[in-house]
């Protein structure tokens, strides 16, 4: 068995199979969008990747519940083959990354398809949204305290936390220059603000508290990473 086929037989035989099944129909959009912009485009298939590995992430987790009352339902139907348990459940998550069983899925749970449909949605307008972003503070340079405006951008990190405004989240970039920088899509004022007093606080009594620094532009900002 070659190394390609064992990881596609994982792939169709561990429980997140649907999610990933669901995000790598995103693939080839989150790629377009990677190649369109300069940071990004010299890294694109490996952005890409790692986008759906996050938005899988994202949709297993919203899924988890409803596949399991799915593989239920089909085992008291008798609809899973095989003599025991393992082989059985094996059956379900081969099916789960089908695109009948997504069909039949959104039927019988829309709420759920609606979710699914809407986390996808987001994910690809949180990474476009952040692109813009980059290019456009890269051009009024207030990046410069923190990444060199011809930087390269290597990987995109989402974060787990709460989405923001209509499903945005937190990323962390990595840039080829090994800085990373935090993006956040929310005014960042409160953060600045705290910046700014710790920075006075160090010179007026001679601390050493450590500063991030954070740059507020409104709707978004940009922060140092902190290890």
């Known amino acids: ?39 990004s485009a010299a890294h694109a298939k490996s952005l890409a990747d790692q986008a759906v590995h996050d938005l899988a992430s994202s ?11 799915s593989m239920h339902y089909l085992r008291d139907r008798s609809e899973l083959t095989g003599r025991t348990s393992s082989e059985r459940f094996q059956c379900f998550c081969t099916l789960s990354s089908t695109p009948e069983f997504a069909e039949s899925l959104a039927r019988g749970f829309p709420v759920h398809a609606t ?11 949180n990474i476009a949204e952040f692109l813009i972003r980059l290019e456009e503070t890269f051009r009024s340079a207030p990046l410069a305290a ?10 995109l990190q989402m974060t787990s936390g709460d989405p923001h405004a209509r499903g945005r989240r937190v990323l962390i970039a990595h ?20 910046s700014q007093l710790l920075k006075r606080l160090n010179e007026a009594a001679g601390t050493h508290l450590a500063v991030l620094t954070t ?7 940009w922060q140092e990473y902190a290890d």
């Open 146 to 155: 923190l990444v060199a405006p011809q930087s390269v951008l290597t990987r």
């Open 115 to 125: 979710q699914v449909r809407q986390a996808a949605q987001q994910a690809h307008l």
């Open 175 to 194: 840039f080829d220059s090994g800085t990373k920088l935090v993006y956040k899509p929310r005014p960042m004022a409160a953060e600045a603000a705290l």
């Open 1 to 39: 068995t070659t190394r390609a086929s064992r990881s596609e037989l994982t792939r169709q035989t561990s429980l997140d199979a649907f999610a990933r099944s669901i995000a790598d129909e995103q693939r080839q959009t989150l790629l377009k969008t990677f190649l369109q912009h300069p940071a």
């Open 59 to 69: 949709i297993h987790q919203l899924s988890v519940r409803t596949l399991v009352a």
């Open 215 to 221: 740059i507020d532009l409104g709707d978004y900002g």
